[in-house]
Antibody, heavy 119, light 113 residues
Framework: QVQLVQSGSELKKPGASVKVSCKASGYTFTRYTMNWVRQAPGQGLEWMGWISTNTGNPTYAQGFTGRFVFSSDTSVSTAYLQISSLQAEDTAVYYC????????????WGQGTMVTVSS | DIVMTQSPDSLAVSLGERATINCKSSQTVLYSSNNKNYLAWYQQKPGQPPKLLISWASTRESGVPDRFSGSGSGTDFTLTISSLQTEDVAVYYCQQYYSTLLTFGGGTKVEIK
């Protein structure tokens, strides 16, 4: 079954770090880039960037440089999003998404991971 | 970055009536070499991830009801729901994937009048 399964919800204090995982199955992980999308509470979708799962090379959207790091581990078909120095504004649902049918639009999404930053 | 502007922000339509959502890009998303518009539409229901409805501006995904249609080219696009059903209540987003820096529109909330 073609799917992306993300890690569970996280509650973190300001200044801490978090690492969200996205495990792919049912398709060849290294053939398609993995994207990350943020959705703050009650807000729209914001594309954060993508990582080449073949080379490990990341591309970050404006506003997601510095504290945000994309990585991947091909041995376990998993992509990761790490956020450091967490701030209250980072409270959001984070989605991974990809295009295993070969198009460029995101036809496969993870279920989302809620990250809450609160003291 | 390519800016995607959706309108309206929200709309309320009676059951069985037509709903029309517009999306405008700040620059063309039509790739001249293959004559394809790099534009997608997604539907998002509360508590769920987005679902791809339409890619290449007008190609419906498998399993998407034919009451959903996409049109437009270049910088101006439209998503039409020809006969609104209860299950279509959701937020709809356009997205361009023409640029290596992808961008979404702000979303349009569709409700029943």
């Amino acid at each position: 079954q073609v799917q992306l399964v993300q890690s569970g919800s996280e509650l973190k204090k300001p200044g801490a770090s978090v690492k969200v995982s996205c495990k792919a199955s049912g398709y060849t992980f290294t053939r398609y880039t993995m994207n990350w999308v943020r959705q703050a509470p009650g807000q729209g979708l914001e594309w954060m960037g993508w990582i080449s799962t073949n080379t490990g090379n990341p591309t970050y959207a404006q506003g997601f440089t510095g504290r945000f790091v994309f990585s991947s581990d091909t041995s376990v078909s998993t992509a990761y999003l790490q956020i450091s120095s967490l701030q209250a504004e980072d409270t959001a649902v984070y989605y991974c998404a990809t295009s295993p049918r070969g198009g460029n639009a995101f036809d496969l999404w993870g279920q989302g991971t809620m990250v809450t930053v609160s003291s | 970055d390519i800016v995607m502007t959706q309108s309206p922000d929200s709309l309320a339509v009676s059951l069985g009536e037509r709903a029309t959502i517009n999306c405008k890009s700040s620059q063309t998303v039509l790739y001249s070499s293959n004559n394809k518009n790099y534009l997608a539409w997604y539907q998002q229901k509360p508590g769920q991830p987005p679902k791809l409805l339409i890619s290449w501006a007008s190609t419906r995904e498998s399993g998407v009801p034919d009451r959903f249609s996409g049109s437009g080219s270049g910088t101006d696009f439209t998503l039409t729901i020809s006969s609104l059903q209860t299950e279509d209540v959701a937020v709809y987003y356009c997205q361009q994937y023409y640029s290596t820096l992808l961008t979404f529109g702000g979303g349009t909330k569709v409700e029943i009048k």
